[in-house]
T-cell receptor, first 114, second 112 residues
Framework: AQTVTQSQPEMSVQEAETVTLSCTYD???????LFWYKQPPSRQMILVIR??????QNATENRFSVNFQKAAKSFSLKISDSQLGDAAMYFC???????????FGKGTKLTVNP | DTAVSQTPKYLVTQMGNDKSIKCEQN?????MYWYKQDSKKFLKIMFS???????INETVPNRFSPKSPDKAHLNLHINSLELGDSAVYFC???????????FGPGTRLTVL
């Protein structure tokens, strides 16, 4: 079974600094997708970024970028120029191609200090 | 113009009661889901429907019964509520298989 591991239950960063959240996953599939979702205190799940496994280029969305290391099965999220509004739980998630089953990690709680 | 909506957002009820949570999406997606987020924030899929047909049922007790009257709606009915059912329940939808899933605002269920 596929698993997603987020080894950092909590992280903190100073406003305007950069932080990296770690995620590793276990799969024997070659066709899959990886996601980072953000859950602020409002509890709304918000998609941050998506990566297709077949793409070598790392996905970026404004201040958010990933470091996708397929051989190492690692998918870390880098947040640049951190803002107070970035404070949230961040979930890494995996889905096999052709499947509907999204598997989540346990999440990392990010605190942004002013 | 809410994409995925759920009602109610909060639900407080007594053990043994039956309750329903409704979900609607206006994104034109063909696949809908129910997730449970426990007190430790762990999210796990419960059900998935594609074009009104059940695709995934993740060892959820029979007390939970999803119903999809059409592609835009997926409701969750829970019978004989137990204390352990207290959680946040999220509805989500996507276009096709492995499409990006868009989540509703969640329903916080508290069973007393």
């Amino acid at each position: 079974a596929q698993t997603v591991t987020q080894s950092q239950p909590e992280m903190s960063v100073q406003e305007a600094e950069t932080v990296t959240l770690s995620c590793t996953y276990d799969t024997s599939e070659s066709d899959y997708y990886l996601f980072w979702y953000k859950q602020p205190p409002s509890r709304q799940m918000i998609l941050v970024i998506r990566q297709e496994a077949y793409k070598q280029q790392n996905a970026t969305e404004n201040r958010f970028s990933v470091n996708f290391q397929k051989a190492a099965k690692s998918f870390s999220l880098k947040i640049s120029d951190s803002q107070l509004g970035d404070a949230a739980m961040y979930f890494c998630a995996y889905i096999k191609g052709g499947s509907e089953k999204l598997v989540f990690g346990k999440g990392t709680k990010l605190t942004v200090n002013p | 113009d809410t994409a995925v909506s759920q009602t109610p957002k909060y639900l407080v009820t007594q053990m043994g009661n039956d309750k329903s949570i409704k979900c609607e999406q206006n994104l034109g997606h063909d696949t809908m889901y129910w997730y449970k987020q426990d007190s430790k924030k762990f999210l796990k899929i419960m059900f998935s429907y594609n074009n009104k047909e059940l695709i995934i049922n993740e060892t959820v007790p029979n007390r939970f019964s999803p119903k999809s009257p059409d592609k835009a709606h997926l409701n969750l009915h829970i019978n004989s509520l137990e204390l352990g059912d207290s959680a946040v329940y999220f509805c989500a939808s996507s276009r096709g298989l492995a499409g990006v899933q868009f989540f509703g605002p969640g329903t916080r269920l508290t069973v007393l």
